[in-house]
């Protein structure tokens, strides 16, 4: 494990779990959640290109600004654990099949985030961020120090 990477989870764990019960945030390759099991994986290094879209997309829909990319994900994540099981089994079965085609680059990427289930995830990050706003604010900037710690003490050079 990093350097100081546990830190940082435990910190995401503590802030999720005063929304929900959640298990412990673990590291992964990319954002990522299990909602039915309310399983949560964040990511340091995420594709760039993945982030790109994903902030494009939630600023088309959103006022707040001052939050990081990082935040987001991991807010986004929480929303599919806390809104998954409102969507029926055919929303279910079209964003799968519908992501698998982008994944095999038969749709254009951008078109992941209009998907059913990652618009309603959003949706729920942005209410949560205007509902909680100091609270969301006071957790960016801790877990953005947290990053800065965790690339800094393993340096990990983000200009490569």
Not at 17 to 43: K, M, R
Request: aromatic share 12%.
């Amino acid at each position: 494990m990093l350097a100081n990477m546990v830190e940082l989870l435990d910190f995401c764990t503590d802030f999720i779990n005063e929304i929900d019960d959640f298990e412990d945030v673990q590291l992964d390759t990319d954002f990522q959640c299990y909602p039915e099991t309310n399983e949560i994986f964040i990511s340091i290094l995420a594709s760039q290109n993945s982030v790109e879209e994903f902030m494009e997309t939630l600023l088309e829909r959103t006022y707040i600004t001052g939050i990081s990319e990082f935040t987001w994900s991991l807010l986004h994540e929480v929303g599919h654990c806390e809104t998954w099981r409102f969507l029926g089994k055919r929303t279910h079965s079209h964003c799968r099949n519908q992501k698998k085609k982008i994944r095999k680059g038969k749709m254009p990427t951008i078109t992941y985030y209009a998907l059913t289930d990652e618009k309603i995830a959003t949706n729920w990050a942005i209410r949560f961020v205007e509902n909680n706003f100091e609270m969301v604010k006071a957790f960016d900037e801790k877990a953005i120090e947290l990053l800065k710690k965790v690339f800094i003490e393993n340096r990990i050079d983000l200009e490569s």
